[in-house]
């Protein structure tokens, strides 16, 4: 086996990993980006339910009490998101939890991450919808937040409006190049600095390298491109700095089975995950109401019916984000389109899910208006012993089960009540709809924001890294993605993972220049 070197080496090309891969590469360095998941083009993606085709690139994960889904591919989570853009409210950043203290370093507040928001913002870009954006769905919330005497916005979102086509398929990724994934700005600028983006090698240990001048040696195996369970090689790599960037669910578990290896790890490794709060509801809205209550219809004449019709995220009300209230009791409402493959894990609230009613709701799935409540859980999540491969058991393609649990806790649920309550009272009004909340009974808590399972903070017992993103005891280990954020965000979470990417990025740097890489600063906003 021949030995791989390089300076740099980043595990994960999502959000955490291709920002700092970019900049790393950009300044001279030698920079690998291993990914579990394969490498799809524009043209490769389809609009399809079909197994074989969106199962390469979203793998459903179940654990104990939650379900997470995620992305599977170069681009990470960014090439399946809804693209909602977001940044956090400043009070997010002052929460103190169950644990009675600040949560977030003291060095990161809203105003402190502005600046790297707005890089961000500037290399996806970001647009600023109005409301001949907004969807048919995202109408009737806006509508009937109105008319309950609250204020809705359009959401602000990574696509390009020109070139977007309203298909709707976005969580398989995007064929008209419209989304604004990582595919069209960090990795192709990291690759044209020279970086190595290496697709289906699917990381499994971080240890200490007995090679010269460098410091960490990671094992990886290659995968089948045909069959994820089967691996063609295990092969090692060395490098001088590693950027753990493998998302909530991946990171951890890469730690956890290199504790050993390490010599130990923060015990906070694993523990304080959370799903952003995410709470969804199935709205039923009744059409003739929706006509006589809000003067709603679309050109054909027909009320509303249009569940599936536009971007799957376009309108939001922030009225419950009072950075005055308690914790506990600030969430946002989106409105959001579940393609099937989600809606089967849901159950709702209230209903037999049998027979006649199961059969008569399904019926009407057009009229649905589903919701996403973004609220403030408690960071109750923790992962067991990991597997001994891979992040996960593949139960199958696109379905894995987990060692995550998540058990809401009374404060988390209280969360969840205040955002249902608020809800009813939008959508419950004079009899426009019936609002049933997703039951825990088929899948637990379902998100596709999964934070915090190795968060930065200052107090050591309850972060597992420095506000550098550094895991404590193991310098030039960094940690830059959604496993990062210390606390759910009462928004989507994209913005704000790649923003604190952009923050740690210059401190990955200094290291690796203390290395002896003769970092060079100063690169821009890419531009592709």
């Given at each position: 086996?021949?030995?791989?070197?390089?300076?740099?080496?980043?595990?994960?090309?999502?959000f955490?990993?291709?920002?700092?891969?970019?900049?790393?590469?950009?300044?001279?360095?030698r920079?690998?980006?291993?990914?579990r998941?394969?490498?799809?083009?524009?043209?490769?993606?389809?609009?399809?339910m079909?197994?074989?085709?969106?199962?390469?690139?979203?793998?459903?994960?179940r654990?104990?009490?939650?379900t997470?889904v995620?992305?599977?591919?170069?681009?990470?989570?960014?090439?399946?998101?809804?693209?909602?853009?977001?940044?956090?409210?400043?009070?997010?950043?002052?929460?103190?939890?169950?644990?009675g203290?600040?949560?977030?370093?003291?060095?990161?507040?809203?105003?402190?991450?502005?600046?790297?928001?707005d890089?961000?913002?500037?290399a996806?870009?970001?647009?600023?919808?109005?409301?001949?954006?907004?969807?048919?769905?995202?109408?009737?919330?806006?509508?009937?937040?109105?008319?309950?005497?609250?204020t809705?916005?359009?959401?602000?979102?990574?696509?390009?409006?020109q070139?977007c086509?309203?298909?709707n398929?976005?969580?398989?990724?995007?064929?008209?190049?419209?989304?604004?994934?990582?595919?069209?700005?960090?990795?192709?600028?990291?690759?044209?600095?020279?970086?190595?983006?290496r697709p289906?090698?699917?990381?499994?240990?971080?240890?200490?390298s007995?090679?010269?001048g460098?410091?960490?040696?990671v094992?990886?195996?290659?995968l089948?491109?045909?069959?994820y369970?089967?691996?063609?090689?295990?092969e090692?790599?060395?490098?001088?700095?590693?950027?753990?960037?493998?998302?909530?669910?991946?990171?951890?578990?890469?730690?956890?089975?290199?504790?050993?290896?390490?010599?130990?790890?923060?015990?906070?490794?694993?523990?304080?995950?959370?799903?952003?709060?995410?709470?969804?509801?199935?709205?039923?809205?009744?059409?003739?109401?929706?006509?006589i209550?809000?003067?709603?219809?679309?050109?054909?004449?027909?009320?509303?019916?249009?569940?599936?019709l536009?971007?799957?995220?376009?309108?939001?009300?922030?009225?419950?984000?009072?950075?005055?209230?308690?914790e506990?009791?600030?969430?946002s409402?989106?409105?959001?389109?579940?393609?099937?493959?989600?809606?089967?894990?849901?159950q709702?609230?209230?209903?037999?899910?049998?027979?006649?009613?199961?059969?008569?709701?399904?019926?009407r799935?057009?009229?649905?208006?589903?919701?996403?409540?973004?609220?403030?859980?408690?960071?109750?999540?923790?992962?067991?012993?990991?597997?001994?491969?891979?992040?996960?058991?593949?139960?199958?393609?696109?379905?894995?089960?987990?060692?995550?649990?998540?058990?809401?806790?009374?404060?988390?649920?209280?969360?969840?009540?205040?955002?249902?309550?608020?809800?009813?009272?939008?959508l419950?009004?004079?009899?426009?709809?019936?609002?049933?909340?997703?039951?825990?009974?088929?899948?637990?808590?379902?998100?596709?924001?999964?934070?915090?399972?190795?968060?930065?903070?200052?107090?050591?017992?309850?972060?597992?890294?420095?506000?550098?993103?550094?895991?404590?005891?193991?310098?030039?280990?960094?940690?830059?993605?959604?496993?990062?954020?210390?606390?759910?965000?009462?928004?989507?979470?994209?913005l704000?993972?790649?923003?604190?990417?952009e923050?740690?990025?210059?401190a990955?740097?200094?290291?690796?220049?203390?290395?002896?890489?003769?970092?060079?600063?100063?690169?821009?906003?890419?531009?592709?």
């Open positions: 086996m021949s030995t791989q070197t390089t300076d740099v080496l980043v595990v994960g090309s999502g955490g990993g291709a920002i700092p891969a970019y900049y790393l590469a950009a300044g001279g360095a920079v690998t980006i291993l990914e998941g394969p490498r799809l083009a524009a043209a490769d993606f389809t609009h399809s079909r197994l074989g085709t969106y199962n390469k690139i979203v793998d459903v994960i654990g104990e009490g939650v997470v995620a992305g599977n591919c170069v681009g990470g989570g960014s090439v399946i998101y809804f693209a909602a853009s977001l940044r956090a409210p400043g009070f997010v950043f002052e929460r103190r939890g169950s644990l203290r600040r949560l977030w370093p003291a060095s990161l507040t809203r105003a402190t991450l502005d600046p790297w928001y890089r961000v913002e500037q996806l870009p970001v647009t600023r919808t109005d409301w001949p954006d907004v969807s048919y769905a995202g109408g009737v919330l806006a509508a009937a937040c109105q008319r309950a005497g609250h809705c916005n359009p959401v602000p979102v990574a696509v390009k409006p070139t086509t309203n298909c398929w976005m969580l398989s990724g995007c064929r008209f190049n419209a989304k604004r994934s990582l595919l069209l700005n960090y990795l192709p600028a990291a690759e044209a600095h020279g970086a190595v983006i289906l090698h699917e990381v499994q240990t971080v240890g200490p007995p090679t010269s460098y410091r960490y040696a094992t990886y195996t290659v089948d491109p045909d069959d369970t089967c691996t063609a090689q295990v090692i790599i060395h490098a001088r700095t590693v950027v753990l960037a493998a998302g909530a669910i991946g990171t951890p578990i890469i730690l956890q089975r290199s504790a050993l290896l390490l010599g130990g790890i923060p015990k906070a490794v694993g523990r304080y995950f959370s799903g952003n709060g995410d709470r969804v509801s199935v709205a039923d809205i009744n059409d003739t109401k929706a006509r209550l809000l003067g709603l219809s679309r050109p054909d004449g027909t009320a509303y019916q249009g569940l599936p536009g971007r799957p995220i376009t309108a939001a009300t922030y009225d419950y984000l009072n950075p005055n209230a308690p506990y009791s600030r969430f409402l989106q409105q959001i389109y579940f393609p099937p493959l989600t809606n089967l894990l849901a709702t609230a209230n209903a037999t899910w049998f027979g006649i009613e199961k059969r008569s709701m399904r019926a799935w057009r009229s649905w208006l589903t919701l996403l409540a973004m609220t403030e859980d408690d960071n109750e999540g923790f992962f067991a012993t990991p597997p001994p491969t891979g992040s996960f058991m593949r139960l199958a393609p696109g379905l894995g089960q987990g060692t995550m649990s998540y058990h809401p806790t009374p404060l988390t649920r209280q969360g969840w009540t205040k955002a249902d309550t608020a809800l009813r009272g939008i419950e009004k004079d009899g426009l709809a019936f609002v049933r909340p997703w039951a825990e009974d088929v899948a637990g808590t379902v998100t596709a924001h999964p934070l915090g399972s190795a968060r930065i903070g200052d107090e050591p017992a309850a972060s597992a890294l420095t506000d550098t993103h550094e895991l404590r005891g193991h310098p030039g280990l960094f940690i830059t993605d959604g496993s990062a954020v210390p606390t759910s965000l009462t928004v989507n979470p994209s704000t993972i790649a923003a604190l990417a923050r740690a990025t210059p990955i740097a200094s290291h690796t220049r203390n290395t002896g890489v003769p970092l060079q600063n100063g690169a821009p906003i890419p531009s592709v």
